[in-house]
Nanobody, 122 residues
Framework: QVQLVESGGGLVQAGGSLRLSCAASGRIFSSYAMGWFRQAPGKEREFVAAIKWTGSWTYYADSVKGRFTISRDNAKNTVYLQMNSLKPEDTAVYYC???????????????WGQGTQVTVSS
């Protein structure tokens, strides 16, 4: 079992930055992948970024490529999402997720956090 707790959300003006954190506990293995997803009001949840628990592989949605960076600190069992040049359309609840397997293009995750709200004002 894996537990995930997100933090770092808030209100920011367009063009600003935020860093989200996801603290993981439980049985995380080197073969796991970690992902960030988001869900805006009235819309389906969408993939944002993913990273392997070990190694350097990352994968991003086109909508955030070049603006968002996913990273991790294995010593702290924490995954981060650095969000720069934020736009009003980035407003959503952001969720951290984990799954066994290293296929970062597979968006089917087994474990989810409770989410953290990000609001970008224009």
């Amino acid at each position: 079992q894996v537990q995930l707790v997100e933090s770092g959300g808030g209100l920011v003006q367009a063009g600003g930055s935020l860093r989200l954190s996801c603290a993981a506990s439980g049985r995380i293995f080197s073969s796991y992948a970690m992902g960030w997803f988001r869900q805006a009001p009235g819309k389906e949840r969408e993939f944002v970024a993913a990273i392997k628990w070990t190694g350097s592989w990352t994968y991003y949605a086109d909508s955030v490529k070049g603006r968002f960076t996913i990273s991790r600190d294995n010593a702290k069992n924490t995954v981060y999402l650095q969000m720069n040049s934020l736009k009003p359309e980035d407003t959503a609840v952001y969720y951290c997720a984990a799954k066994p397997g290293v296929n970062l293009r597979d968006h089917n995750y087994d474990y989810w956090g409770q989410g953290t709200q990000v609001t970008v004002s224009s």
